[in-house]
């Protein structure tokens, strides 16, 4: 990062410091760290920060998830190849392969430990996978199948029995890395300012990725949105899928914040959706002490 680009943020930085910032500042230096975030290995933020550079989308962490929605409903309504859900090793639908590798993106360290699973292990076990053109079917060569323990047949069932998600962000770990990142570029912040700006700068985020739309081969185009139906206010991915022409909607958490809904909206618990207009909320300043 040069010189001229680290007295920007840095005049920025201050700005929120002193809390006398809005969306458009954060747009901008979330604009200037983009590329640097996803260099350090903070697919997250980059993430979030790629999101409001384009607010209509194809790829990422985001568009991850829309795949693993779709395969992973296709296995679960799917036909007789899938229905009980055994896989046979020695043939099974090519789309299955990929669908166990997001369902590996998908676990935790926790959830893997449970099983006795190592990462690296059960995804050199998957790589081992070859597709036969000819039969239309992905399979494990009989040469592999010593690979095909019980820890990673546990993996198999456990990666494709329910759907797994869990939010891509939430606002302390997005505060925390929004910090790192700042320190590994070497740019002067205070800690402890920085961190009192938590809630307004969280605003500015779900003002930014509301209403951004995604795209996907697998589904109708879907849309961020703010989710008030809850204590805390959430953004919410929404997409529809279409099997055997019947449409199944799917809501899947993007970003959970610790703001309270009441104090932000009127809140009705029995209203799923809520209309709202997030410029006017942050306007008015409209953040709890």
Avoid: W
């Avoid at 920025?12 to 996803?38: A, K, N, P, Y």
């Avoid at 323990?149 to 925390?176: A, C, G, H, R, V």
């Avoid at 990142?181 to 509301?210: A, M, N």
């Avoid at 899947?252 to 207009?277: A, C, G």
């Amino acid at each position: 990062m040069n010189s001229k680009d680290k007295r920007l943020i840095e005049g920025l930085i201050l700005l929120i410091e002193d809390g006398q910032f809005d969306f458009h500042h954060v747009t901008s230096i979330l604009m200037h760290l983009r590329d640097v975030s996803g260099k350090l290995g903070y697919k997250r933020f980059n993430e979030v920060a790629n999101f409001i550079a384009h607010p209509q989308r194809d790829k990422g962490i985001i568009a991850n998830t829309i795949e693993y929605s779709a395969l992973i409903l296709r296995f679960n309504l799917g036909g007789p190849a899938t229905r009980n859900k055994q896989i046979d090793v020695n043939g099974f639908p090519i789309y299955i392969k990929r669908l166990l590798y997001l369902g590996l993106e998908k676990m935790s360290k926790i959830e893997l430990r449970k099983i006795n699973c190592k990462r690296d292990v059960v995804k050199a076990t998957l790589d081992k996978i070859e597709i036969d053109e000819i039969r239309k079917v992905a399979y494990f060569p009989i040469s592999q199948h010593s690979f095909l323990t019980k820890e990673f047949k546990e993996f198999m069932n456990e990666s494709l029995s329910i759907m797994k998600f869990d939010y891509i962000y939430n606002q302390i770990s997005f505060i925390k890395d929004f910090k790192e990142i700042l320190k590994q570029c070497g740019l002067k912040y205070s800690d402890h300012k920085f961190t009192l700006q938590g809630d307004k700068i969280t605003v500015c985020i779900l003002y930014l990725l509301h209403d951004s739309v995604f795209k996907s081969n697998f589904s109708e185009n879907g849309k961020i949105t703010i989710s008030t139906g809850s204590d805390k206010l959430e953004i919410h991915g929404n997409i529809e899928f279409v099997q055997d022409e019947t449409k199944i909607p799917v809501a899947f958490p993007v970003f959970m914040s610790n703001l309270d809904t009441h104090k932000y909206f009127s809140y009705d618990p029995s209203l799923q959706d809520i209309d709202f207009d997030t410029k006017n909320l942050l306007l008015r300043g409209n953040i709890p002490n």
